[in-house]
């Protein structure tokens, strides 16, 4: 069984340019060795344009090479050799699609006991990656061949075709005649691909150097969680800039642990109260769970502040029901005046006419009055809003209470602090 082998490494471009070399020659030397034809036949013609154009070729100037190239195919459409240089000139242009096309004549023309028939299929592919496309299997009729695939990385991933083969180091893998794509993968190394033409009957070796992936981190070691068993109590953190801050649970004080967090000794639903030096108590209630943490954030208010805005609250409240007592006089003192002057009480016509103007200004000056009034009122609903909001958890709406007054007869509107929190 014949080897050959193929070394994995970068696509350079002294590999295009040697690979040009050779089709020259290579191509050269075959149509010398095919019978001549007559002298000055449109094939001679032909197969001297074709040689006029190798050199071309050769010494990169692709233009040139391929306009004689295209002449000569024009007389000689089935001349095989130049179709397969002329995918070679159009790839020294980048002009993969028409390269594609060049080889892709040349095989059919050749078929697949062509001598560069499987070169001509691995260039395709290689104008394909060129253009972001997938390479393409090819495969041909003969015996079995043998790819024997070895990498410097144990433990590498093989793939042939796109199915999974084994990993390395692996035994030679039994494959068709023809072009066969090969992928070498592995975690924390940059992936291996390329094409690898197997004749018939032929055992070709495969060396593949796999280089390590720089922009691969490798996992952190994980260690074994150890789980503590949590105490039957739960935990409060009191939030707020108040000072001598004191938490009761159900009517119980509750005392700190060496972090600075309350102790609540049995889990389940509590009424906790949060009490500072000179300030409102906060209510809520909460639900704890065995070992759970929750953060209270209570606002609590100065009482003297409390106490301030409620004594200012019932002051502008007198003061609005005076100066609406006072507009209602003024009220009552026009509709008398326009009742005297529909009984027709004066004498003269220049009196009616004072009456009239007494009216006007005694309904200017009600109605002034008013306007004062329902101003006091409303500084005296924002006092009474300002006693309240101390009662308040943050970000929590508050349920309106209404009762019986603590003292004497009536009812009380107020608004609760006691919540789920």
Same mark, same amino acid.
């Given at each position: 069984m014949r080897s050959s082998t193929v070394v994995g490494s970068g696509r350079g471009r002294w590999r295009v340019a040697l690979v040009v070399s050779l089709g020259i020659l290579l191509g050269t030397s075959a149509v010398a060795r095919s019978q001549p034809p007559p002298p000055g036949s449109p094939q001679a013609k032909a197969i001297r344009l074709f040689r006029q154009a190798n050199p071309q070729l050769y010494l990169g100037n692709y233009a040139k090479a391929i306009a004689l190239y295209k002449r000569a195919l024009r007389l000689m459409p089935n001349l095989a050799g130049a179709w397969r240089n002329l995918g070679l000139a159009h790839e020294g242009l980048k002009a993969w699609n028409k390269a594609i096309g060049a080889y892709n004549q040349y095989i059919k023309i050749a078929g697949s006991g062509g001598k560069y028939y499987l070169a001509a299929q691995k260039r395709i592919n290689v104008c394909r990656s060129k253009l972001g496309l997938p390479p393409i299997t090819f495969s041909m009729i003969g015996n079995p061949g043998k790819l024997d695939i070895q990498a410097n990385v144990a433990g590498a991933v093989v793939s042939l075709d796109g199915v999974r083969r084994g990993s390395t180091p692996t035994r030679p893998l039994p494959v068709n005649a023809g072009l066969h794509i090969v992928r070498v993968t592995k975690v924390g190394y940059l992936r291996w691909s390329g094409s690898v033409a197997v004749k018939s009957g032929q055992r070709v #070796? #495969?060396?593949?150097?796999? !280089? !390590?992936?720089?922009?691969?981190?490798?996992p952190r070691r994980l260690e074994g969680i150890k789980h503590t068993k949590a105490k039957n109590e739960a935990y409060l953190t009191v939030r707020t800039a108040a000072a001598g801050v004191r938490l009761h649970a159900d009517g119980a004080e509750l005392h700190k642990n060496a972090d600075g967090v309350f102790v609540l000794p049995r889990p389940g639903n509590h009424v906790v109260e949060v009490r500072a030096p000179g300030r409102l108590t906060w209510r809520a209630r909460v639900s704890l769970l065995r070992g759970e943490k929750k953060v209270l954030q209570p606002v609590l208010p100065l009482v003297r502040t409390k106490k301030a805005f409620n004594r200012w609250g019932w002051v502008t409240l007198g003061v609005a029901g005076v100066i609406a007592g006072v507009g209602a006089v003024f009220s009552g003192l026009e509709n008398a005046t326009y009742e005297a002057v529909r009984d027709r009480r004066a004498d003269t016509r220049a009196e009616l006419d004072d009456l009239v103007k007494k009216g006007k200004v005694y309904r200017n000056v009600a109605l002034g009055l008013y306007a004062g009034a329902a101003a006091v009122l409303v500084s005296s609903i924002?006092?009474? #809003?300002?006693?309240?909001?101390?009662?308040q958890p943050q970000g929590r709406p508050l349920p309106l209470v209404v009762g019986p007054a603590g003292r004497g007869g009536g009812l009380a509107v107020s608004f609760s602090g006691e919540v789920d929190f």
């Open positions: #070796v #495969v060396r593949v150097e796999l !280089k !390590k992936d720089p922009s691969y981190v490798p924002v006092l009474f #809003v300002y006693e309240r909001r101390g009662e």
